[in-house]
């Protein structure tokens, strides 16, 4: 599909579009992690709190926990959901839910990936996450340390004064069953993603992509609210696979371009006889928001070692191989798991959300 055609022109041309590290040097990770849990914690944003105020789908290490200190993280964990054996980062988002015309609610199952790269693990992970690492000009793209975390979004925003952060957060609507309409980079083109969740049901399902900051300050490992010590070029979040503008002065240094996608499978809930009454679209996140727009991620990087430093200086790498970085088999990475915390009921009809005191 579109990433197999977009990288072969690049593998022919003798030098990429304006904004890529030059040549055929860019780098492009995309891998598949498995679920390791789906729960209502977030050891980012309310740490320590059993349960958090709205379910979150993790994917990672098994070391992912209510509290996570600003430690090596690869420490913590044993094993792993991702692809790459040596990633025990954890990688978290919102839930998506279908609310019936009764008013009752049902959790979206999620699926694999498309086929690419012949990655055949990453079209496995139903109730996982795709995660991309971009390095847009090897050798000189300084990789995530360890105790580094962030968070990217709002969950409380239901509406956008602006559009300087338009690039950071999309949906696509498949046009058709085997990943329809997955043309075109994410998040670039208004024809075919929006910010807000689509109006009109999707034959192919829904996929949300999530873009996080390029710039680092140099410093900090973490701040306050998960955000201020990253942010975006000056001109705004990137075109995916580019460097973008200029980094601001206080966020000099350049990290990876990270993007999560997730892939919903809607179909089963097209049926518009179902939806609201006012014809109004029927999904909402699990923090309650109808508008697509509070859809946020959260990272904390567990890479071993300098595995991702090494993997960012090396030119040309794409999907799920890299240099010497080792992966596994879904089935082992289906094997790792980590114990629900909060006892609820998750995938069954429910009446009401679980936990929520967000605007609506």
Excluded at 51 to 80: K, R, W, Y
Excluded at 165 to 182: A, E, I, V
Aim: aromatic share 10%.
């Amino acid at each position: 599909m579109f990433w197999t055609t977009l990288l072969a022109l690049f593998a022919g041309a003798e030098a990429l579009p304006q904004g890529f590290g030059g040549g055929n040097r860019v780098t492009m990770f995309r891998f598949g992690c498995a679920q390791v849990v789906i729960d209502r914690v977030d050891p980012l944003v309310n740490p320590g709190q059993i349960p958090s105020p709205h379910v979150h789908q993790i994917v990672g290490g098994n070391g992912f926990n209510v509290s996570m200190p600003h430690t090596d993280v690869s420490e913590l964990a044993s094993c792993t959901t991702c692809q790459f054996s040596e990633d025990f980062s954890n990688y978290w988002t919102a839930n998506l839910y279908f609310k019936a015309r009764n008013g009752t609610y049902k959790r979206v199952p999620q699926g694999g990936a498309a086929l690419q790269f012949n990655d055949q693990f990453s079209t496995q992970i139903n109730g996982g996450v795709l995660v991309y690492y971009v390095s847009a000009d090897p050798g000189k793209i300084t990789a995530f340390k360890p105790g580094f975390r962030m968070h990217v979004g709002d969950p409380n925003m239901r509406s956008r004064p602006n559009t300087k952060l338009k690039r950071q957060n999309c949906y696509r609507c498949y046009t058709g069953p085997n990943f329809g309409g997955d043309t075109g980079a994410p998040c670039q083109d208004d024809k075919v993603d929006t910010e807000a969740l689509p109006s009109k049901p999707c034959p192919g399902g829904i996929r949300s992509n999530i873009h996080f900051p390029t710039c680092w300050d140099g410093k900090n490992l973490d701040s306050p609210n998960h955000q201020d010590h990253v942010a975006y070029p000056t001109s705004g979040p990137a075109t995916f696979l580019s460097l973008g503008g200029s980094c601001p002065s206080t966020h000099p240094v350049r990290i990876p371009q990270l993007m999560y996608e997730v892939v919903w499978d809607t179909t089963k809930f097209n049926n518009k006889a179902d939806w609201p009454a006012d014809g109004s679209q029927p999904f909402v996140l699990s923090t309650g928001d109808p508008t697509g727009l509070g859809q946020h991620a959260d990272y904390v990087f567990g890479w071993k070692g300098d595995s991702l430093q090494k993997a960012m200086d090396t030119a040309g790498c794409m999907g799920a191989k890299c240099a010497t970085l080792k992966t596994q088999k879904i089935e082992d990475a289906r094997k790792c798991a980590v114990r629900k915390l909060a006892k609820e009921d998750y995938d069954g009809w429910l009446t009401k959300l679980p936990g929520v005191d967000m605007p609506m």
